[in-house]
């Protein structure tokens, strides 16, 4: 079936501009993670929704960083007024309610020039 | 209390040889430690898993070592090939979030 898919694959932007980043979760899976992945670093925790419990928000960054989780589904995480501390990897997962593998996306490469 | 150290940063091992990444916690209600395999441009992909009921998981040429009282888990690939070469995270959780080592670069030469 099909996996994690995320949107756009890279996205380029300028400092102070709003960028979304999409991610579809494979279907079925209750539970969806951001993540961030700077060059040469690990996997930085963001945000994580289950259901439709109110979500975990404690590894957003900065008040700039926003998600919100339609229809139990599909995840837009929002970045305003970007900062060139900004780029990296966002990577999205998802699992099932009762499993504790994650399964990946293939990222979204953001570079704010 | 959150982290996990993995260590080391890179590894550069030859074709047929014993890769060796460790990793260290102090949370020790963590009881799921998974290691994800990252090839580049792609996401991390589960490669295996061991809960601490056990001390060692072997899948193919994969094994876990798992040490309770040390709070130290291990990953070893036998026979490494250049195919393996990639990068490896371990992780733990004791429920909804993964906690990540920041990484180790593997280049199996062939």
């Known amino acids: 079936g099909a996996g994690v898919s995320q949107s756009p694959s890279n996205k380029v932007t300028e400092k102070g501009k709003d960028v979304e980043l999409r991610c579809d979760p494979i279907?079925?899976?209750?539970?969806l993670y951001w993540y961030r992945q700077s060059l040469g670093q690990g996997l930085e925790f963001l945000i994580y929704?289950?259901?439709?419990?109110?979500?975990?928000k404690s590894g957003l960054p900065s008040d700039r960083f926003s998600a919100e989780r339609t229809g139990g589904s599909v995840s837009t995480l929002t970045i305003q007024r970007t900062q060139q501390e900004d780029s990296a990897v966002y990577l999205c997962a998802s699992r099932t309610g009762w499993d504790n593998e994650q399964f990946f996306g293939p990222g979204t490469r953001l570079t704010v020039l | 209390q959150q982290q996990v150290k993995q260590s080391p940063q890179s590894l550069i091992v030859q074709k047929g040889g014993i890769s060796i990444i460790n990793c260290a916690y102090e949370?020790?209600?963590?009881?799921?430690f998974p290691w994800y395999q990252q090839f580049p441009g792609k996401g991390p992909a589960l490669l295996i898993a061991i809960r601490p009921d056990v001390s060692e998981k072997k899948e193919g040429r994969f094994t876990i070592s798992f040490n309770k009282s040390a709070k130290q888990f291990s990953l070893h690939i036998m026979d490494s090939q250049p195919g393996d070469s990639a990068t490896y995270f371990c992780a733990a959780t004791n429920g909804n979030k993964l906690v990540f080592g920041a990484g180790t670069i593997l280049r199996v030469k062939s």
């Open positions: 949370n020790t209600a963590f009881d799921y």
């Open positions: 929704f289950q259901g439709n419990s109110a979500p975990d």
């Open positions: 279907s079925g899976h209750t539970a």
